[in-house]
């Protein structure tokens, strides 16, 4: 017990000292002056990056959790090849993610001539439409994966019993699969809102400008050294921390109510209501 005591000390004291180290390099008066100094964007790229990561955050739940949804209940064909579909972008650097979207929605691609007769300044490379999809790109598979594993612990018996109860499949996913799955959900899309935040390697391919904070970081550095560039990556952090730290904080609260001892039936019974008429079971 003492050897794990002593593990998990190290590991969380290794995992959080560069953050202590940001704290300590940064002060009030340097993120002023890095801010409004000359050549500095500003705070355009937060801006940039908290919309860009919206949108594709909103996109992720739209079109994530009916195929996460899917996937859990083994209601798609190829179901195998689905998920290796969304393991393949994992495994790929981000870098190479961003040469690859260069043959989506580059001028070159058919996609991408459709969208440059459309609106090249719009909806070309190096635009905030290709930041939006490099963001997605890298961030999607995670959300979709962990609403896989969200949907699959919820049992399929609970479901089954509240059409029994009546409700309609719509009623049963709201009532039932959607506040088990809950926390799961929370974490899958507070990783995927970092994972977006901080896209870069397919970012610097295809939308390097107009930057979002990673590329501000980047310039930064690059133009003014770690004082240009520590007061982006605070901006950064700020951002992306608190969705992360209310899921975890929410999935650890929706844990112990569910965790509770009760009646087998009667939660179900709670969330789906009872049949006019019914009595207890």
């Known amino acids: ?78 179901s195998g090849a689905v998920k290796a579909g969304l393991v393949v972008p994992l495994a790929m650097p981000p870098l190479v993610i961003g040469l690859l979207l260069i043959f989506l929605i ?5 996609v991408g001539g459709l ?48 059409v029994l109860l009546g409700d309609r499949p719509l009623q049963v996913f709201r009532k039932v699969t959607l506040p088990l799955s809950a926390p799961g959900l929370a974490a899958g899309l507070a990783i995927a809102w970092a994972r977006a935040m901080g896209a870069f390697g397919a970012v610097i391919i295809v939308a390097y400008n107009p930057p979002g904070l990673p590329m501000a970081i980047d310039t930064g550095l690059q133009s003014f050294g770690l004082s240009g560039a520590l007061p982006y990556g605070l901006l950064l952090v700020i951002a992306v921390l608190p969705l992360p730290l209310l899921a975890l904080l929410w999935s650890a609260r929706a844990d112990g109510r569910i965790g509770r001892r009760e009646p087998p039936l009667e939660p179900l019974v709670a969330m789906v209501g009872r049949p006019e008429g019914g009595r207890r079971p």
């Open 1 to 78: 017990m003492a050897v794990a005591l002593l593990a998990a000390a190290v590991c969380w004291v290794v995992l959080l000292a560069p953050l202590f180290e940001l704290l300590a390099h940064i002060s009030p008066r340097g993120i002023g002056q890095a801010l409004t100094e000359a050549g500095s964007p500003g705070l355009g790229p937060l801006w940039r990056s908290l919309l860009a990561s919206g949108i594709a955050l909103g996109l992720m739940i739209g079109l994530g959790t009916p195929l996460g949804y899917l996937l859990a209940r083994r209601r798609l064909p190829f």
């Open 106 to 110: 580059g001028p070159s691609s058919p």
């Open 115 to 162: 969208l440059d007769r459309i609106n090249p300044g719009v909806f070309g490379i190096n635009t905030f439409f290709a930041l939006v999809v490099a963001e997605f790109y890298e961030s999607a598979p995670y959300f979709v994966l962990a609403a896989h594993a969200a949907f699959s612990s919820v049992d399929e018996r609970l479901e089954q019993e509240a």
